[in-house]
């Protein structure tokens, strides 16, 4: 038997797998279908001479115990902080500033509402005390409500305890966080419809779901959960693009003596009473004592396993989730920075360094996914914009700019017509709208992609196209994901493992899947 692990996708968590497995002696193999490695955590040149976060684009939930451990600034990951982190221009011509440290962000929602600034404190606190609460939960599989193991016993007592010592306000804040809507939460906060707009987004991007769709404030709470160099809170860009971050990784694992095969596409995974291995799509077979998934539960279980080894009631439960996704992803190279009528000026200045929200108001972004949930492409999409290289000059040539735009809603299936009818037709209400704010940005356009949810499901293999291996929905969390009673990286097949977002804790680029799946797998090797 030539590995004591073989990991399927070499994603930032089947890397981070590899490595910790690696660490620990074994014999790794990753298997990747792409010519490039990292999953959606990638860089690549789609236009001449630049470097472009194709799919993930900003960090700060990459778990910091990860970096240390594996040494990653060691092997280049460096972070480069957004100051400030975002700006949100509006049709009257007023702009919102955020994350400039507390007080300027108090004065600059003070533009807006006295009474929300006065109130935002209170707010961070409210969700930071949760993070603190809920964070633990990250590091580990989460104990089974249905297990009958002494150990998941204890977890689930002692975590009720830790519960009831938090207090009934506490108690009272985590289960609004985790029934309501973003748009409910926001409510209950604030009155300034600008501010709610802006924190909003952060509850539905890569969600097939509207502000005012219960479960969403998790969602919201899901991306206050990192931190950058040690600040929390704090989102980065990398330099050098995302795919600098998984090429860190990948160093750490060459170093410790994983071999990492590009264009290998994995065709069926192998099962004789337990896994022994896999098939790869031109007809090699590799043997090992496991094998780890870090692809999606729907690939992994309805795709790359024959029917017969799978449990009938399992199967559903995986054929039962939620994939949809609604989110499009738009790459450009530009000649200049956006000239905003706000804001004027196009050397890079605080209304380019962070995210660019183009979402005014909590109707603008309902009715956007209102047209989507009956199969219509926003006619106004919500658009999150980034310009790395207005902080990191390694990304295009002198004088030009990179640009991401994250924007919903682009449902997967259409009600009439197809994605490749209708990819120019959004691709141009995206660059339209964003010129009603920034009128030279059209005429500044060199190059640009649109990746569609059908794209993304064929270029990076996830399912719907949903960026986070499945929706990050209470029941599609904590002990249900992927399935209850199979949270802990284990499957119904001995020797089979999920690694990826659709194992607990979920979506983003954490690291965590890969890193818990790792002790689960050592655990079993033993």
């Known amino acids: 038997m030539k590995y004591d692990a073989i990991i399927i996708g070499a994603g930032h968590n089947g890397l981070v797998c590899a490595a910790y497995l690696a660490k620990s002696g074994k014999k790794v193999c990753v298997v990747e279908r792409r010519s490039v490695l990292g999953g959606s955590a990638v860089t690549e040149e789609i236009f001449p001479g630049c470097k472009v976060s194709r799919a993930a684009y900003v960090n700060s939930l990459f778990r910091p115990e990860i970096i240390q451990d594996l040494k990653l600034k060691q092997y280049g990951l460096e972070f480069l902080s957004r100051r400030p982190a975002s700006f949100s221009p509006f049709p009257d011509q007023r702009y919102l500033i955020l994350g400039n440290g507390l007080e300027k962000d108090q004065r600059e929602i003070a533009k807006f509402s006295s009474k929300d600034a006065d109130r935002y404190p209170e707010y961070e606190t409210m969700l930071n005390s949760i993070v603190q609460y809920v964070e633990p939960l990250w590091k580990k599989p989460p104990p089974s409500p249905t297990s009958k193991k002494l150990s998941d016993l204890w977890e689930l007592a002692s975590l009720g305890m830790k519960t009831r010592r938090s207090g009934n306000e506490l108690i009272q804040k985590m289960v609004e966080m985790f029934t309501l809507s973003a748009g409910d939460l926001l409510d209950r906060w604030f009155e300034s419809d600008e501010l709610k707009a802006t924190l909003a987004t952060d509850g539905v991007i890569g969600a097939m779901a509207g502000p005012y769709t219960p479960g969403t404030a998790y969602v919201l709470l899901h ?236 270029v990076f293999g996830l399912t719907g196209g949903n960026i986070f291996h499945g929706a990050m929905t209470p029941n599609q969390l904590f002990f249900m994901r992927p399935a209850l009673g199979w949270a802990d990286h284990r499957t119904p097949i001995k020797g089979l493992y999920l690694c990826g977002s659709g194992s607990h804790p979920g979506g983003g680029v954490t690291g965590a899947p890969g890193r818990n799946a790792a002790k689960v797998v050592l655990q079993d090797l033993r």
């Open 223 to 458: 991306h206050v959960f990192g931190e950058t160099n040690g600040m929390r809170g704090v989102w980065a860009y990398v330099r050098g693009g995302m795919g600098a971050l998984s090429d860190s990784i990948a160093s750490a694992c060459r170093d410790l003596g994983v071999e990492i095969l590009l264009e290998s596409g994995v065709d069926k995974i192998s099962v004789n009473k337990r896994a022994t291995g896999i098939i790869l799509s031109d007809s090699r077979e590799l043997s090992a004592k496991c094998v780890i998934s870090s692809a999606d539960p729907h690939v992994t279980f309805l795709r790359l396993l024959d029917e017969s080894v799978l449990p009938s009631d399992f199967r559903d439960k995986i054929d039962q989730m939620d994939f949809k996704s609604a989110t499009a992803k738009m790459n450009l190279h530009l000649s200049e920075l956006p000239d905003f009528i706000a804001f004027p000026g196009t050397n890079s200045g605080p209304q380019h360094s962070g995210t660019i929200h183009i979402s005014p108001t909590m109707d603008f972004l309902e009715k956007a996914y209102d047209e989507a949930k009956y199969g219509r492409p926003s006619r106004h999409p919500m658009i999150e914009a980034t310009i790395p290289s207005t902080v990191d000059d390694t990304l295009a040539p002198k004088g030009e700019h990179v640009m991401g735009i994250f924007c919903q809603y682009a449902p997967y299936k259409l009600k009439e017509g197809n994605w490749e009818d209708e990819k120019t037709l959004f691709a141009n209400r995206i660059i339209d709208d964003f010129t009603e704010y920034a009128p030279n940005f059209r005429n500044s356009i060199i190059d640009y992609e649109l990746l569609t949810p059908p794209d993304i499901e064929t």
